[in-house]
């Protein structure tokens, strides 16, 4: 199936936008769904519409002459999810879901609220009849931004679980991973595991951050409830979550996969790599 338009829920996120630029570049119209479109900053030659998920509805004019839809779900409800997918699959008929690693397909039930939210999106995709393929990184590089504010602030970056070991993906490379399903045969019915190319501790991660900017940083170990006063980037009630997925990456650090070098042909980039390019983020 030859795809000329795809509609990007979520582009003006991290990977959404990476999405945005991948695709623009390949020369298929791109057009971005915004609950604001006149304050959506998005390259010249995309077409930004109106809607919001939170009423299915609005998203009819969008997906009008649609070929294939990327979408980042925004953990919203599993009523509500349902809806949007049915509306998606009444006018199309390819899907690329950004999920989440926390995902689990050996459990009936998903056992924290990660996986849940999304598994709730998931179920609808799986039963509507579109062409799918969902995402499921393991740990965003982009979730180190957490440590901006302090950095800029000092050299003292402060925290819990230091030494949890995660691969972090760039944002690139899930987007380099979501063009090619979205654009390309052989990724239906697929969920792919994505993860940066090595484990990192966040002490190392630190240092990275610090190699980047030209100055030592220290890391100060936090007890995780001293540490959940540095976390108003995750939800609350999946703190503590995130904490437990720490403390259990301690001892047994996350594992590489080769899912972006298989479908891309590339290697995962690094996170010094991911650092280099957000390093202005840090200064």
Same mark, same amino acid.
């Given at each position: 199936?030859?795809?000329?338009?795809?509609? !990007?829920?979520?582009? /003006?996120?991290?990977? %959404?936008?990476?999405?945005? $630029?991948?695709?623009?570049?390949? %020369?298929?119209?791109?057009?971005?769904? =915004?609950?604001?479109?006149?304050?959506?900053?998005?390259?010249?030659?995309?077409?930004?519409?109106?809607?919001?998920?939170?009423?299915?509805?609005?998203?009819?004019?969008?997906?009008?002459?649609?070929?294939?839809?990327?979408?980042?779900?925004?953990?919203?409800?599993?009523?509500?999810?349902?809806?949007?997918?049915?509306?998606?699959?009444?006018?199309?008929?390819?899907?690329?879901?950004? $999920?989440?690693? =926390?995902? #689990?397909?050996?459990?009936?039930?998903?056992?924290?609220?990660?996986?849940?939210?999304?598994? &709730?999106?998931?179920?609808?995709?799986?039963?509507?009849?579109?062409?799918?393929?969902?995402? #499921?990184?393991?740990?965003?590089?982009?979730? /180190?931004?957490?440590?901006?504010?302090?950095? #800029?602030?000092?050299?003292?970056? #402060?925290?819990?679980?230091?030494? &949890?070991?995660?691969?972090?993906?760039?944002?690139?490379?899930?987007?380099? !991973?979501?063009?090619?399903?979205?654009?390309?045969?052989?990724?239906?019915?697929? @969920?792919?595991?994505?993860?940066?190319? &090595?484990?990192? @501790?966040?002490?190392?991660?630190?240092?990275?951050?610090?190699?980047?900017?030209?100055?030592?940083?220290?890391?100060?170990?936090?007890?995780?409830?001293?540490?959940?006063?540095?976390?108003?980037?995750?939800?609350?009630?999946?703190?503590?979550?995130?904490?437990?997925?720490? =403390?259990?990456?301690? *001892? /047994?650090?996350?594992?590489?996969? $080769? /899912?972006?070098? *298989?479908?891309?042909? @590339?290697?995962?980039?690094?996170?010094?790599?991911?650092?280099?390019?957000? !390093?202005?983020?840090?200064?």
């Amino acid at each position: 199936m030859a795809i000329k338009t795809v509609l !990007v829920i979520g582009a /003006t996120g991290h990977v %959404g936008g990476q999405v945005v $630029s991948q695709l623009s570049a390949t %020369g298929i119209a791109v057009r971005a769904l =915004a609950r604001k479109p006149a304050a959506a900053a998005l390259p010249t030659g995309v077409e930004v519409v109106p809607g919001d998920l939170t009423a299915p509805a609005t998203l009819i004019p969008a997906l009008d002459g649609v070929d294939a839809v990327y979408l980042t779900w925004p953990m919203l409800s599993g009523d509500v999810a349902k809806a949007v997918v049915d509306v998606i699959a009444e006018h199309t008929g390819r899907l690329v879901l950004l $999920s989440s690693g =926390a995902v #689990r397909d050996d459990r009936d039930e998903q056992d924290n609220p990660i996986g849940v939210a999304h598994a &709730a999106i998931e179920a609808p995709i799986k039963a509507s009849g579109l062409d799918w393929t969902f995402l #499921r990184p393991h740990a965003f590089a982009t979730n /180190t931004l957490e440590w901006a504010a302090q950095i #800029r602030a000092g050299n003292i970056v #402060r925290g819990g679980y230091g030494a &949890a070991s995660m691969t972090l993906v760039h944002e690139a490379d899930i987007a380099a !991973v979501a063009v090619r399903a979205l654009t390309t045969d052989g990724h239906v019915g697929v @969920s792919y595991e994505l993860t940066g190319s &090595a484990a990192l @501790s966040r002490i190392d991660q630190v240092a990275t951050i610090g190699a980047a900017l030209g100055r030592p940083l220290e890391w100060a170990e936090l007890t995780p409830e001293q540490a959940k006063q540095y976390m108003d980037w995750v939800p609350p009630e999946a703190v503590d979550v995130v904490l437990d997925a720490f =403390a259990a990456l301690v *001892d /047994t650090p996350g594992q590489p996969t $080769s /899912t972006i070098q *298989d479908v891309t042909g @590339s290697p995962a980039r690094t996170y010094a790599q991911w650092v280099a390019d957000h !390093v202005a983020d840090f200064a």
